[in-house]
């Protein structure tokens, strides 16, 4: 008889084979120095193949174009295909699979230094990002819950942008977001990310954007996870609710 393997036993069997006590330490310190960490190491290859094959897919199916700006992150622009988390579910099953593999959340628990939960608030759980035109990108913003674990599926050199940035130790105050003022107070870090990096960001209190792509393309899912602390605490969804209701102007 065949055994049906599951993504969650690949995951499983390279974490206990491949990641290193030395690798979760080092992106350890990173994270609670900067707010962030790659974690490449967290998945095996066969995990990463599986899902950047369904990332293609579903940009191709359901991908939908936006252009928005919301005044709770100072109408920094958001410009870029998605997949939302309802779209995956529905037409996918690696990514919701792996969201959820136990010793995946594990590893970014060691990482973080808490518990990493499954993010309460469905929407908000994984969505796909595909920049593709010139000047597209996830302008500086927060997120509502506290982790994200970001695959890189695709991505140009960072000569053409799509490299990240953060501002860790920054809080968002939807009423006052003040993002250029958290920007000349605290130092600015940026990431040069590969097809098949893996990082993890402190998301609620590091402020982040992909700096806008000039050609190329940038392809990634982003997992959002919840703290111990999110999990007792009264969220408002102004960003989210909006960017995924129908986008005035958006195009499939
Ligand atoms: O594309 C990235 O690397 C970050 C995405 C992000 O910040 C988000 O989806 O909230
Ligand atoms: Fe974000």
């Known amino acids: 008889m065949f055994e049906v393997r599951t993504l969650h036993q690949d995951v499983r069997e390279h974490v206990e084979r491949s990641v290193t006590a030395e690798e979760i330490a080092a992106a350890r310190r990173d994270f609670s120095y900067l707010g962030h960490a790659k974690v ?4 095996p290859e066969s995990v990463k193949k599986l899902l950047a094959e369904e990332v293609n897919g579903l940009i191709e199916k359901a991908g939908t174009r936006r ?11 958001r410009r870029m295909r998605n997949v939302t988390r ?15 593999a136990e010793p995946l959340m594990r590893v970014l628990s060691e990482v973080a230094g808490e518990p990493v939960h499954v993010c309460p608030y469905e929407a908000e759980q994984y969505v ?4 593709e035109r010139d000047g597209d990108t996830h302008g500086w913003h927060w997120d509502d ?3 994200a674990l970001v695959w890189v599926i695709e991505c140009p050199p960072v000569e053409e942008g799509g490299f990240v940035q953060c501002v860790p130790g920054t809080t968002w105050d ?6 250029n003022r958290a920007l000349v107070t605290r130092p600015i870090y940026s990431m040069e990310l590969f097809p098949g990096d893996l990082y993890l960001m402190r998301t609620n209190t590091t402020l982040h954007r992909v700096y806008p ?5 940038r392809k990634i899912v982003n997992m959002g996870y919840a703290s111990t602390t999110d999990l007792n605490r009264e969220f408002t969804h102004e960003t989210m609710d909006q960017l995924w209701a129908a986008a005035p102007g958006g195009e499939a």
Do not use: Q
């Open 174 to 179: 939807k009423k006052n977001p003040a993002i």
């Open 86 to 100: 309802k779209e995956i579910f529905e037409l996918g099953t690696v990514i919701n699979e792996v969201y959820t």
């Open 67 to 77: 252009d928005l700006s919301f005044a709770e992150t100072d109408y920094t622009p």
């Open 40 to 43: 490449s190491f967290a998945a």
């Open 145 to 147: 819950f506290a982790f």
């Open 128 to 131: 796909i990002t595909c920049l």
């Open 213 to 217: 792509v000039r050609s190329g393309r």
